[in-house]
């Protein structure tokens, strides 16, 4: 209902803002007045200079320069990767050095990774993942959320209790590791209850 309402006011506005055009009454004679030819002045001259030409001579020609086409302008890369020229002038996509990105402007630029590591701007993140591409934490490594990663409370502590708890460092606390960080006994360990 509100949409037709919006629609006839629409409709009234626009037919109220036309042009109106007035009937001519029968009686009204149109004359035409003739108009003096004036010469035509040729499109994009200026009508204050008396001769053409008058003000050139100051200007200089302008030179062609011969500019070669760069390839990698029509070359794209993903993010963090840069296009370069390798030998044979063939363009090739590198990573970014994270230090080459542009500065951040303010606050609003950071990002945050999986990894709760905060970045100046999804360049500095995205040329870091490029770098660590083909290894572990670079497949694992991905982008959050953007803005400054949040403060986990006691994520100092815990992470160093975590660590030394962690016997073999394969990343995961079996139980009898478990157990050893609490003091539990191995006699005291029922793995039947265990899922």
């Known amino acids: 209902m509100k949409a037709w309402i919006f629609f006839l006011l629409c409709l009234a506005g626009r037919a109220l803002a036309a042009p109106q055009q007035e009937a001519l009454p029968d009686e009204t004679e149109v004359v035409e007045e003739t108009v003096a030819e004036v010469s035509e002045v040729p499109v994009g001259a200026n009508p204050v200079q008396v001769e053409v030409g008058e003000f050139e001579e100051g200007a200089e020609e302008a030179e062609e320069e011969v500019v070669a086409e760069n390839p990698c302008q029509n070359h794209h890369c993903k993010h963090g ?4 020229l390798d030998e044979s002038n063939t363009p090739m996509c590198v990573c970014q050095d994270p230090t080459s990105c542009p500065a951040p402007i303010g606050e609003f630029e950071k990002v945050c990774s999986n990894d709760n590591k905060t970045f100046d701007s999804s360049c500095h993140f995205f040329a ?7 290894t572990k934490k ?21 992470t160093r209790f975590f660590e030394t708890c962690d016997l073999d460092n394969d990343k995961y606390i079996a139980l ?14 029922d793995k039947d209850l265990v899922i």
Request: glycine content about 10%; aromatic content about 8%.
């Open 81 to 84: 990767k840069v296009c370069e």
């Open 176 to 189: 009898d590791e478990w157990a050893g960080c609490f003091g539990i006994k191995e006699q005291d360990i």
């Open 138 to 158: 670079g497949h694992k490594l991905h982008l959050d959320y953007i803005g400054p990663c949040k403060f986990i409370p006691m994520e100092h502590c815990t």
């Open 128 to 134: 870091t993942k490029c770098t660590l591409e083909g």
